[in-house]
């Protein structure tokens, strides 16, 4: 039973992260509601703790952003309303956030924030591998095109159905009158 919670859990989690400016990030809404806490008191423990945060831990998003976010995002609608554009966190920055709210659901829940994550990371891994499987595949393929027409070449020839012309037989034939 707990296993299907935690696969509920990291699956939750899984469908909140975005990608955006290439960084696979999760937006401060969300965050909090995984931490169970306000947006406001997570926001607030960010900035008493801002040097915590560099720019490859979390960033706010341009108002643009803020509007693509909202517009493919149904969950986020409240945040076309809000007068400040949300700050999204990187996976570090998500871990970083637990240790500054400091409960203990924060740190309970970072670690399903961390399975999202790496979960994200194996599956687009899995599929760069597949990717170049079939390039190779592909490659060693394009050698068999040339080989493979000429064997079709020659089944057709055979498939011809044009009998070669009837010609006498050579020697004693009994049936003859």
């Given amino acids: 039973m707990v296993k299907s919670q935690e696969l509920v859990k990291i699956g939750k989690i899984q469908q909140r992260i975005l990608l955006i400016r290439g960084e696979k990030?999760?937006?401060?809404?969300?965050?909090?509601?995984?931490?169970?806490?306000?947006?406001?008191a997570l926001n607030q423990a960010i900035r008493r703790n801002a040097d915590r945060f560099p720019p490859d831990?979390?960033?706010?998003?341009?108002?643009?952003?803020?509007?693509e976010v909202v517009t493919n995002c149904d969950h986020l609608q409240n945040l076309k309303?809000?007068?400040?554009?949300?700050?999204?966190?990187?996976?570090?920055?998500?871990?970083?956030?637990?240790?500054?709210?400091?409960?203990?659901?924060?740190?309970d829940v970072s670690v399903f924030v961390v399975r999202?994550?790496?979960?994200?990371?194996?599956?687009?891994?899995?599929?760069?591998?597949?990717?170049?499987?079939?390039?190779e595949l592909e490659?060693?393929?394009?050698?068999?095109?040339e080989q493979i027409m000429v064997l079709?070449?020659?089944?057709?020839?055979?498939?011809?159905?044009?009998l070669?012309?009837?010609?006498?037989?050579?020697?004693?034939?009994a049936d003859r009158r």
């Fill in 116 to 135: 999202a994550f790496v979960r994200l990371r194996e599956m687009i891994s899995g599929h760069k591998e597949l990717a170049r499987k079939i390039a």
């Fill in 25 to 40: 990030v999760i937006i401060d809404s969300d965050l909090a509601e995984a931490y169970g806490v306000t947006t406001k």
């Fill in 81 to 107: 309303f809000s007068p400040f554009n949300p700050c999204a966190f990187t996976e570090h920055g998500a871990i970083m956030a637990a240790s500054v709210l400091n409960s203990s659901k924060a740190i």
């Fill in 152 to 162: 079709v070449e020659a089944i057709k020839q055979l498939m011809d159905p044009t």
């Fill in 57 to 67: 831990f979390m960033f706010r998003l341009t108002k643009k952003e803020k509007q």
């Fill in 164 to 173: 070669p012309p009837k010609t006498r037989r050579i020697g004693f034939n």
């Fill in 139 to 145: 490659r060693k393929l394009g050698d068999h095109d």
